[in-house]
Nanobody
């Protein structure tokens, strides 16, 4: 069983920055594939970014160049640095882990553990 706990959400003005953290339990965190997803009001959940066990990173076009995903295996933590935030980034952000392998997966269905979510609100 893996537990994921997100933190770092909040209210920020457009153009501002936030850093989300996701702390994971489990002794083999370094082998997990990790992802960040978000769900905006009235919209479907969507992928934001993902990082493999080999530290390869992938981003959706809507956040490319503004968001950075990273991981610290010594702390069992994955981060999402969000810069130049826009009102359309407002959403609940979720951390997800895939423990079967460390590859890159776009689909939410590929991940078998999820955090509870953290709210990010960007005001204009």
């Amino acid at each position: 069983q893996v537990q994921l706990v997100e933190s770092g959400g909040g209210l920020v003005q457009a153009g501002g920055s936030l850093r989300l953290s996701c702390a994971a339990s489990g002794r083999t965190f370094s082998t997990y594939s990790m992802g960040w997803f978000r769900r905006a009001p009235g919209k479907e959940r969507e992928s934001v970014a993902r990082i493999t066990s080999a530290y390869s990173t992938y981003y959706e076009d809507s956040v490319k160049g503004r968001f950075t995903i990273s991981r610290d295996n010594t702390k069992n933590t994955v981060y999402l640095q969000m810069n130049s935030l826009k009102p359309e980034d407002t959403a609940v952000y979720y951390c997800a882990a895939r423990t079967y392998d460390g590859g890159a997966y776009y689909s939410a269905a590929a991940y078998n553990y999820w955090g509870q979510g953290t709210q990010v609100t960007v005001s204009s």
